[in-house]
């Protein structure tokens, strides 16, 4: 069995930043791409950023880019999403996404593109 479990959320003031991180354990797979999606109350989940796990090239949604940064550490099977000027509308819960199925050029970008989903992290931004 596959887990991808995530960490480092929490609280912070806006103008702030914070770095979560996603740790996969379990059953070895083979990953193609990792991502990061979030959802706030009332909303649908939604793309934040992704990352081929060969190559590193790296998709951002026009909301985060510039202030978000998305990078693989590939000897401890961790992703991590560094966050930056964060604002208020970035309050949502934070779910790490891995793709394993057929090798892909692009970075997914819907939740259909993944294949493991980790149980999500709370990101609060206070004004």
């Known amino acids: 069995q596959v887990q991808l479990v995530e960490s480092g959320g929490g609280l912070v003031q806006a103008g702030g930043s914070l770095r979560v991180s996603c740790a996969t354990s379990g059953r070895p797979f083979s990953r193609n791409a990792m991502g990061w999606f979030r959802q706030a109350p009332g909303k649908e989940r939604e793309f934040v950023a992704g990352i081929l796990w060969s190559g590193g090239r790296t998709s951002y949604a026009d909301s985060v880019k510039g202030r978000f940064t998305i990078s693989g550490d590939t000897a401890k099977n961790t992703v991590y999403l560094q966050m930056s000027s964060l604002r208020p509308e970035a309050t949502a819960v934070y779910y790490c996404?891995?793709?394993?199925?057929?090798?892909?050029?692009?970075?997914?970008?819907?939740?259909?593109?993944?294949?493991?989903w980790g149980q999500g992290t709370q990101v609060t931004v206070s004004s």
């Open positions: 996404a891995a793709r394993s199925r057929v090798r892909t050029m692009t970075v997914p970008s819907t939740r259909d593109g993944y294949d493991y």
